[in-house]
């Protein structure tokens, strides 16, 4: 099957967080490219579809919107 994606993605466990308003979520990047990442998190269906992707490890601040949604997984694409 051909990958259609804009950039190729890579494995990573990397805690993370979600912020938008005041709150925060907490999440793993599951895997992330140039374009997008994948995120797990404890409850997808109350995530935000847009927000700050917040990855301490890195020092990175990335706005993101969601562009699929399953019960414990969000596959987002950075603006």
Known sequence: MAEDRAAPRYRVRKPAFIKYGGDKITCTVCD???????????????????FTLVIPED?????????????????IKFD
Request: one cysteine or more; glycine letters at 8%.
């Open 32 to 50: 992330l490219s140039l374009t997008g990442a994948s995120l797990e998190v404890f409850d997808a269906k109350n995530a935000p579809a847009k």
């Open 59 to 75: 020092g990175l601040e990335i706005a993101c919107e969601v562009i699929r949604r399953t019960e414990f997984r969000l596959g």
